[in-house]
């Protein structure tokens, strides 16, 4: 499943960039509407610089582009398959060479509040800078170290730990050269819209 999703998200730049064309924008038009740096969506145009799902939904968003849309999938959304999901049918994904990989615990339903409930895996030595979203994020440690800076100030946490972000704080991820983190999260806010078909 990992693989088939890494191959739909191939060339995610050119689509961004190509999504920008069609609305005749410029950088500048887009960083202003995404709140992130020209510099940055150029580089992520490019395929030279790693993109979180915060800031591809933050890029979509602006586009008016829905990130399902860069997942292939075909058929109906069966509602009753979708009350259980089996270790093996969860959503994996990475989004381009960005070295957090998360797992998707359960499936969507158009009409489910909106809450997500997923696993992320941060890689030894990795650091993701300080970014915000709309909605709440809670985290529960289930291996590994992680450093969880706040509006400036780093705690680590240890498996066992837990941690709350309310909306719009601003927050990033460190983990130590020896050993990455495996977190359990559960976020207010929908950044991948999983489309008919996929689980």
Do not use: N
Request: proline share 7%; net charge negative.
């Amino acid at each position: 499943m990992l693989v088939d999703i890494l191959k739909s998200m191939d060339g995610l730049g050119q689509q961004l960039r190509e999504a920008r064309l069609r609305k005749d924008w410029t950088l500048e038009t887009l960083s202003e509407k995404s709140g992130l740096s020209a510099g940055f969506l150029s580089q992520v145009e490019r395929g030279l610089s790693t993109l979180s799902i915060v800031s591809l939904s933050a890029i979509c968003r602006a586009l008016e582009l829905p990130i399902g849309g860069l997942f292939s999938a075909s058929g109906p959304l069966d509602r009753e398959a979708a009350r259980f999901t089996r270790s093996q049918d969860q959503l994996q994904i990475q989004i381009g060479q960005s070295p957090i990989a998360y797992r998707y615990l359960s499936s969507q339903l158009p009409d489910d509040p909106i809450i997500e409930l997923l696993i992320a895996e941060f890689p030894p030595g990795m650091q993701q800078s300080d970014s915000r979203h709309e909605g709440r994020e809670l985290g529960y440690v289930l291996e590994g170290r992680l450093l969880l800076s706040v509006e400036g100030s780093e705690r680590e946490l240890s498996p066992g730990d837990s941690y709350r972000l309310s909306p719009s704080e601003p927050h990033g991820y460190r983990t130590p050269e020896d050993t990455g983190a495996k977190v359990l999260m559960a976020v207010t806010e929908r950044y991948i819209e999983i489309p008919p078909g996929v689980p």
